[in-house]
């Protein structure tokens, strides 16, 4: 299914079945329906747009996923400068007096 921002072990697959029948009591059925006769029918017109209208459920944990990585970032950032600030490397005179940050 692709790269995952931040989660590329999960795995995840899209399954479609052929000829295969399930029990009207097992079926989640939010946006579709089919009545005894074994007719289909929604509410969502269109395959795309039954898709995306379940899949939409998706995009806030991306963004969650997206900003924590963000968040991340940013802690090593702050840590990697501050440890710079802090971290006498030798200077121009030939001491442990100048921080790797001013390099």
Known sequence: MG???GANGV???ALKFDN???PRVNMMNKFTDVDDQGKFSSEIKGLNQRFFQV???LL???LCIASMCVGASRSCLYIAITYAK???AVGP???SNAP???Y
Request: net charge positive; hydrophobic share 35%; no cysteine.
């Open 86 to 88: 802090q971290r006498m």
């Open 20 to 22: 295969v029948r399930i």
């Open 3 to 5: 790269a995952k921002l």
């Open 11 to 13: 795995d995840n697959a």
């Open 60 to 62: 806030s944990g991306r």
């Open 100 to 102: 790797i940050f001013s």
């Open 93 to 95: 005179k030939g001491e």
């Open 55 to 57: 899949t939409e459920r």
